[in-house]
């Protein structure tokens, strides 16, 4: 069986997102719990109990993410004043490198066309340094 990976967007770009160090947390928790393949992820409610915060609390750390379009919410179904959560296709893992470049071929198929939103994002400038310990301080 193939082992799990993740979109670069998670392991190699979340550094440089322009979201606070808690809403980064959370999106560690949720790709975590998200289905690998679709990216599904847990009710809101369900969030709350696991992450051991309120459900407005979800929302507060769910909201930057909105924002950049790295989690995407649709009307649930079965209910009119529920949302489903999935992360986008670009920012979710899949069960293999294969199903993650297919999933990657049909995202970008479907944002050109207007059927999903792109990431929004911004353009990165510089990388942090690859050689030497960064210089830390307490501010």
Do not use: C
């Not at 082992?3 to 979201?19: G, H, N």
């Amino acid at each position: 069986m193939a082992k799990p990976v993740m979109s670069p967007l998670v392991t190699e770009r979340i550094w440089a997102l322009p979201i606070g160090a808690a809403a980064v947390k959370f999106l560690s928790y949720l790709v975590f719990k998200s289905e690998p393949g679709s990216g599904v992820l847990p009710p809101q409610k369900t969030m709350a109990v696991e992450y051991k915060v309120t459900p407005a609390n979800i929302s507060r750390l769910l909201e930057p993410l909105f924002k950049l379009n790295i989690v995407l919410r649709t009307p649930n179904e079965r209910s009119k004043r529920a949302n489903s959560y999935s992360l986008h296709p670009l920012a979710a893992r899949y069960p293999s490198a294969q199903a993650m470049d297919d999933a990657f071929a049909k995202a970008l198929v479907d944002m050109r066309e207007g059927r999903l939103a792109p990431l929004n994002l911004p353009v990165y400038q510089t990388v942090p340094p690859t050689e030497g310990a960064p210089v830390l301080r307490v501010a």
